[in-house]
């Protein structure tokens, strides 16, 4: 490394020789993601950045891109005034808010490293991540709509912790300091150094089959990603000016990256919802001349299928990315149908934000795959013997890229196991990639069901099963046989009034064209799916119930 440069985190599977050569070819730039407000507030000063909405689609705050450069600023004082140095932890747990915009810039501006932790995690997440991440500060709001999160969330070791300092947006209790306090702690903080190298987040996994693991991501491959994307769309298509609905947690990746990075990098306006609902967020799409959005399928199912929704509710939308959870292939043209709009895919993960997409007019791709590689993105989809897979066969999905994260955390075995030789990363995703470039996402490598010897391609199955009439949400799992080694079940949540059953879904996909052997020989009615902030359905709690049943 150069004199004025850091170091790369320990455990970077980026060497520092790799490092150089990015910065010095351009495909990582020299600079910190806190620069996106700086260019922000430099070209529009008086625009509203940030906009908080309540749980009834009520304006609570709104912060312009002056407002929030000054709040980024009062709050990097106060965290230096607490003895926060370049690359110390600061985990923040808040509600969608105006707030977390500024928390998160402030965090950037004293080149400490943001982890996320989701508003409605519990006492043993929250004590598990600050430890694993070695958080010197938590910011954590008081509230979230009736729950008390300190009182909550917070066990004795956390709030007991001397060398941890609590900051609670709204009241604070003994042994910790409000947000307004630590405003007012001081008057101007000192100005970082751009630090491309150093880790401008640690993200935690979703953790739906294993246990959650810290994410490296830099300042430099965060900004990668954001870039890549933009190009890849282009962002015209996110509307002039681009206002971006943020209903997914900002306590979890995808509203850390989409609603703090992407939106101020665009210079665009963020309306954190407090609260999730398909009827409020219709209302909000109007309310809020909304012209993008981002989001799981979970959301999407929500809100198209909402009896308050009209077209008129989404006059001003332009472009609805669906990312963060598998799709139902017949969801994105009832989509499109209904909201009038693009609909496009996204595929990313904690580890590559975002790494194929879709982009307005690519059509049959934007419906029925997960869209194509961006620039900055090699996949690479194997058999099980590690030789590239032919065209149009399904096989493990790898990735490699400037965007791509650089280990896992004091996890040095696990990273190891995540990377080839050649740099590869083993996302753990099966995948086909199509003669056109496209890739189709076709489930998890552990999601594989062999049936008899024969793989069931769960991600087809479950995309059919979607297609019936009386169902408005799938998971299909694996459930142990001893004839047959697996068998496939299948949870299905129904519209009100109308069930499946075996045969009636047996006779559907049938008619649909699947294969009889690929049809689920086990069905479960569910009120719900388990799923995680994201959206993602928990099927090892699934599994788990099953072989509970069984054993039962």
Known sequence: MSAMMRDLPAGSVVSADEALRRLDQGLWRHASLWEYLDEAVARHPDRVAAVSVDHEGRT??????????????????????????PRDVVSVMMTNSAEFLGVVYGVLRTGATYSGIPITYGSHEVKSMTSATG?????????????????????KEVLGNVALTVVVVGEPVDGTLSLDGLMG?????????????????LAFTSGTTSTPKAVMNLHATLDVVVRGWAAHVGPDSLGQPMRNLVMSPVGHSTGFFWGALFTVYLCG??????????????????????????????????????????????????????????????????????????????WGMTEFG?????????????????????????VSVRTADSVESVTGEVGDLWLRGTGLF??????????VDAFDEDGWFATGDTAIQHADGSVTITGRT????????????VGAVESQIFRHPAVTDVAVVGYADDRLGERACAFVRCRPGTTVTVDSLREFLIGCGLAKRYCPERVVVVDDLPKTMSGKIRKVELRERLAHDDRN
């Open 446 to 457: 552990k999601d594989i069901i062999i049936r008899g010897g024969e793989n069931i391609p």
């Open 406 to 415: 650089v280990g896992y955390h004091n996890r040095p075995e696990a990273t």
């Open 135 to 155: 958080t010197t500060v938590l910011i954590v709001s008081r509230h979230h709509g009736s729950s008390d999160v300190v009182a909550t969330a917070l066990p």
């Open 354 to 378: 975002i790494a194929v997409s879709g982009r307005p007019g690519l059509g049959d791709i934007n419906r029925t795959t997960d869209g194509l590689p961006l620039a900055n993105a090699e």
């Open 269 to 346: 306006t963020a309306v954190f919802m407090e609260k999730w609902s398909p009827e409020v967020g219709a209302q909000v799409l109007e309310s809020q001349r909304i012209t993008c959005m981002v989001g799981s399928p979970t959301f999407l199912i929500d809100l198209i299928r909402s009896s308050g929704l009209t077209r008129e509710h989404a006059r001003d939308l332009a472009l609805v990315a669906v990312a963060g959870a598998p799709i139902p292939r017949p969801l994105m043209s009832e989509a499109e149908a209904v909201l009038g709009c693009s609909v496009i895919p996204a």
């Open 185 to 201: 702690s001081a008057d101007s903080f000192v100005e970082v150094p751009a630090d491309p190298l150093g880790p401008a987040q």
């Open 60 to 85: 609570v705050r709104e912060m312009t891109f002056s407002e929030l450069d000054a709040m980024s600023r009062r709050v990097a004082a106060g965290l230096q005034s607490r003895g926060v140095v």
